[in-house]
């Protein structure tokens, strides 16, 4: 009964790790929009006459 045990508590850690990788992943990629979005509207209102809502105002714009 203790290799039952042993693969439950296993699988949970790997469960753990992949939602932490994942976190990580998300966190960065949306920081990396971000920097690349900001550094693209140049100068400016970004929600200008245009209509172009690509750009994020913030960084929780853009992580959301």
Do not use: Q
């Not at 203790?2 to 960065?28: D, H, M, N, Q, R």
């Not at 990629?29 to 970004?46: F, M, T």
Request: with cysteine; net charge negative; glycine share 10%.
């Amino acid at each position: 009964m203790s290799g039952y045990w042993f693969e439950k508590i296993f699988v949970f850690k790997e469960l753990i790790t992949t939602l932490y990788i994942g976190f990580l992943a998300l966190i960065s990629c949306s920081y990396l929009v971000y920097i690349a979005e900001k550094d693209e509207k140049g100068g400016g209102n970004p929600r200008s006459a245009k209509g172009n809502d690509s750009h994020f105002e913030s960084y929780a714009d853009a992580l959301w």
